[in-house]
């Protein structure tokens, strides 16, 4: 593990979305370097003109729609999407390629408003559009990235992929599930079962699907569970062997299928709405207080996708995924951040909107949310920004008068950095909630505790801490800390609850 200490560093310096941008322009430089030597069979100037033409065709063909329904456009989405396409569409060779590139992007942006129930999206854009255009044209998508050379990129770059999104399980049971049903398939049709495993391992699009396709968050089941069968279902019908009434598997039909079912098992309703404030609770924090339809419905410590389209977006882009501070049972969205001096653009642009700013705020999504049973010891920690959810979960308690046992150990810089004090105090009065301030810094006279979270504060903070489940909750760094200790006070794994989304840091 602590050989992925550097890599976990500078993966937490990135977003996923641009990690996943970077990756993909590294996949077709690659890819142009190996047709200039004459590795694979593939014009680097072709590969590069296919590249920037679905380029142009994308971010026109968003801008377009997202003028037309009013939503804010999100520029590398849509770069994203084009060079997806570029490594499953043959590179250009005829005019004839051009009208099949300009249908695929045209379609796999236009799936994003169109193939939507309450502005969400069903499918993976580059999935369900040269699917499209296999059924429409009869012009299918060659894969062409599943090519053996370019196999070892393919699979280092997915790996960092799956390690920043916390998503390695379900692309390896993906992986599994493919390759067994493969077997399956030949063994019971008396073929050579290594042969065709062979060829699905280094001659197919099955890493880059896994890696890539398969782990689009938006498209992706909120819930473990979820994400398993999801994981399962499109590994079961990946191989090309699998056939139902004559109709034979594609990469892009199985995902399809795969969204289909994600889609319904999962929230289906995004939101557009509309900012009203920003509440500055202390010297570099804020919430952001967004309006909110009745009918959108979330559990208090899920998080979201929070797009704000703005000009000279950073390299961090234009959207975050943040958990949501406010309770489902309050009428506002709020939105807990961090405004360090000089951050990024997004936070810029979002200090300085009014009320006319347009923002996105995807399905509510994770795992971090109160037991069912009431009765259960809780433990709250959190680092910073991390008590966001804590808010949330205790301000529902709060409004649907549910007591629970639970102490809260909350860390922060200094004693001016806590926040929703006030919410954690009511707690107090009504049913008893424990809370314990640690400052990393504070001035003489501090009632508080001096430092970190270690497991000597653990212990004195509950003694009963053997009877709890835990609720970690901050930076990665902090988090990790905090597991160390647990561990040395003997806490078993099944008490801790972490949530990690794509994009935390």
């Known amino acids: 593990m602590m050989l992925l200490k550097p890599v976990d560093w500078l993966l937490d310096r990135i977003t996923m979305y641009r990690l996943v941008l970077y990756y993909l ?92 129930i309450h502005k969400k999206h069903i499918f993976n854009p580059a999935a369900v559009a040269v699917l499209l255009t296999s059924l429409g044209a009869g012009e299918t998508a060659s894969w062409w990235i599943g090519n053996v050379y370019l196999l070892p990129f393919v699979v280092v770059g997915g790996l960092l992929v799956a390690r920043k999104i916390r998503r390695m399980q379900i692309t390896l049971l993906f992986f599994a599930v493919a390759t067994a049903v493969t077997v399956g398939l030949h063994l019971g049709g008396g073929a050579d079962a290594l042969t065709a495993v062979r060829n699905l391992l280094l001659h197919s699009s099955l890493w880059f699907m896994g890696f890539v396709m398969l782990t689009e968050p938006l498209t992706t089941p909120p819930t473990t569970p979820g994400r398993r069968w999801y994981a399962a279902l499109t590994g079961a019908l990946f191989p090309p062997q699998m056939h139902l009434f004559g109709v034979y598997a594609t990469p892009e039909l199985a995902l399809s299928i795969g969204n289909v079912f994600s889609y319904a098992i999962s929230p289906k309703r995004k939101l557009l709405p509309r900012l009203l404030r920003r509440e500055q609770l ?21 998080y979201v996708e929070l797009t704000f389209a703005h000009d000279h977006a950073d390299s961090r882009g234009n959207r975050r995924y943040l958990t949501l501070a406010s309770s489902p049972t309050e009428d506002t969205l709020r939105f807990g951040m961090k405004f360090p001096p000089g951050g990024s ?44 959810p804590y808010r949330s979960m205790v301000r529902y308690l709060l409004d649907t008068a549910q007591p629970r046992d639970i102490t809260l150990l909350y860390a922060a810089a200094t004693p001016e950095s806590f926040v929703y004090t006030d919410v954690f105090a009511a707690a107090a009065r009504r049913f008893g909630m424990h809370t314990v301030y640690a400052a990393g810094r504070a001035p003489a006279g501090w009632q508080g505790h001096h430092g970190r979270i270690t497991a000597e504060l653990i212990a004195a ?5 053997p009877e709890r489940l835990f609720y970690l909750s901050g930076p990665l760094g902090m988090v990790t800390a ?24």
Do not use: W
């Not at 202390?282 to 899920?302: K, L, M, S």
């Not at 936070?347 to 509510?364: G, H, I, T």
């Not at 069912?372 to 966001?388: C, E, N, S, V, Y």
């Open 345 to 388: 653009s997004f936070k810029r642009a979002l200090l300085a909107a009014d009320d006319r700013a347009r923002l996105a705020v995807s399905a509510p999504a994770g795992e971090f949310v109160l037991p069912k049973d009431p009765g259960r010891k809780l433990a709250f920690i959190a680092g910073g920004i991390g008590i966001t």
């Open 282 to 302: 202390a010297p570099d924090i804020a919430d952001i207080v967004t309006t909110r339809e009745p009918a959108y419905a979330y559990q208090p410590g899920q």
């Open 25 to 116: 322009i590294a996949l077709l430089a690659v890819a142009a370097g190996l047709g200039a030597l004459g590795v694979i069979g593939y014009n680097p100037l072709a590969i590069v003109l296919s590249s920037l033409y679905l380029i142009v065709v994308c971010m026109v063909s968003n801008a377009v729609f997202a003028y037309a329904f009013e939503t804010p456009a999100n520029v590398e989405s849509s770069i994203i999407t084009a060079l997806i396409l570029a490594l499953i569409i043959t590179p250009l060779s005829s005019t004839h390629n051009v009208l099949f590139l300009t249908a695929a992007g045209g379609l796999a942006i236009a799936s994003k408003y169109i193939l939507a």
């Open 461 to 465: 903070a509950m003694p009963d801490y």
């Open 482 to 505: 905090v597991k160390q200790a647990l561990r040395e006070l003997g806490v078993p794994a099944r008490h801790i609850k972490t949530d990690y989304f794509p994009g935390y840091a």
